[in-house]
């Protein structure tokens, strides 16, 4: 079984930024597509991000506030979050499969292994 591991979530006022990481440690995440998914409690799950090596895809909530982007030397991919609003207060997972790709349906469809998740908060 595969692991990836996040970390980077916190607490932040209005405005602030965080950068949360994606990590596996016993796979090439650049062989994967790795989607970011959010989660609050009582909602369902939302995609944030998602990326491979040929496309990137940002939900609509997030687009030119949220950059996903990789590290293939540290097998590390990143979500950067600028300009957080209290409503991005959430869970936030990332995942990988090795079959997917970022389509228009991306969000939608099954991620063969997941993280623990980190939780992040924001502010007024």
């Known amino acids: 079984q595969l692991h990836i591991v996040e970390s980077g979530g916190g607490s932040v006022q209005s405005g602030g930024s965080l950068r949360l990481s994606c990590i596996a440690s016993d796979f090439a995440l650049d062989n994967y597509a790795i989607g970011w998914f959010r989660r609050a409690p009582g909602k369902q799950r939302e995609g944030v991000s998602c990326i491979t090596s040929s496309s990137t895809k940002y939900a609509d909530s997030v687009k030119g506030r949220f950059t996903i982007s990789r590290d293939s030397a540290k097998n590390t991919m990143y979500l950067q979050m600028d300009n957080l609003k209290p409503a991005d207060t959430d869970i936030f997972y990332c995942?990988?499969?090795?079959?997917?790709?970022?389509?228009?349906?991306?969000?939608?469809?099954?991620?063969?292994?997941w993280g623990q998740g980190t939780q992040e908060a924001v502010s007024t």
């Open positions: 995942a990988a499969d090795e079959e997917r790709v970022c389509s228009t349906l991306w969000s939608v469809l099954p991620f063969e292994t």
